[in-house]
């Protein structure tokens, strides 16, 4: 009995030793799996950084978006240059140039402040960077594409003509011999008597507008001055000047284009260019020509 009561004894001896092994195993087994759990969240610490770093990078285009869409683009013009700006009898500052800006800017949803500044201020103004852009019928030159200006296509096509004092005897370049001839600072007016007076023998004197530079062809302080065609028609007719323009006496046609100084401002020009193209399609670029012009 003592016998079997002992085999009894160490055969349970020996389970229990078995199973306190096998239970340490399985811990000591299942201890890298957590570690590994712990690596694993670890890892996933750079994802998070990737995600937050995107999310920043991808949000600053868009403020920057929104940034542009508040400006307030600022541009110069002259003060007279009939019809293409000038005040009239209500005080109101009108004119082709005026409108067109004005149509461009509300189909592409931009803001501006317009300043008419008179020609050459509003050139130095842009040059200066006090101004964005310049719209002050300037006409596009490959001299002043060499000086920096970026013009935009060309939005009215325009000739330059000699004009003389109403009942002149002047009918040709070749009466302007020993004479003197008005321009206005800068023009392509300026550029077309300039070409021609070493030809026909008269000088050049400089103005900085034009209703001085009219008046000291009417004083008969000069022979004749250049304009442009379309402003010297229209001043003559609204404005009642005692000046002529003789058949034959213009240059050959250039287009006027708006313009910047600074490539930093090309989102301007580009979207003047898109507004452009869209007024002429939607018949609001030639209603504007017809009010001025007709």
Do not use: H
């Amino acid at each position: 009995m003592k016998k079997v009561l002992a085999l009894v004894a160490c055969t349970v001896l020996a389970t229990g030793m078995l199973m306190g092994c096998g239970s340490s195993a399985t811990k000591e087994e299942a201890a890298p799996a957590e570690e590994t759990t712990e690596e694993t969240t670890e890892e996933a610490t750079p994802a998070e950084a990737v995600t937050e770093e995107a999310t920043t990078e991808e949000a600053a285009p868009a403020e920057d978006a929104a940034a542009s869409s508040d400006k307030t683009w600022i541009v110069a013009t002259d003060t007279v240059f009939k019809p293409f700006e000038y005040t009239n009898e209500n005080n109101e500052f009108v004119g082709i140039d005026v409108d067109i800006l004005a149509a461009i800017a509300a189909d592409q949803g931009f803001k501006y402040e317009l300043q008419s500044l008179g020609w050459d201020a509003a050139v130095a103004a842009v040059q200066a960077g006090q101004a964005d852009g310049l719209i002050a019928g300037a006409t596009v030159k490959q001299e002043r594409i060499d000086s920096g200006w970026i013009f935009s296509e060309g939005y009215y096509d325009a000739t330059q003509t000699f004009v003389v004092a109403e009942g002149s005897d002047i009918a040709g370049f070749e009466d302007l011999e020993g004479k003197n001839v008005a321009v206005k600072n800068g023009t392509a007016g300026a550029d077309f008597a300039n070409s021609l007076k070493d030809q026909y023998g008269f000088t050049v004197t400089v103005f900085e507008d034009s209703p001085t530079m009219y008046q000291d062809v009417i004083l008969g302080n000069s022979a004749a001055c250049v304009e442009d065609t379309p402003i010297m028609a229209a001043s003559i007719k609204e404005g009642g000047l005692a000046l002529a323009i003789p058949e034959g006496m213009e240059s050959e046609g250039a287009p006027y284009g708006f313009a910047i100084m600074d490539p930093a401002d090309q989102e301007l020009l580009d979207m003047f260019n898109a507004g452009l193209a869209n007024i002429k399609a939607n018949g609001t670029y030639d209603e504007i020509l017809d009010k001025y012009l007709k």
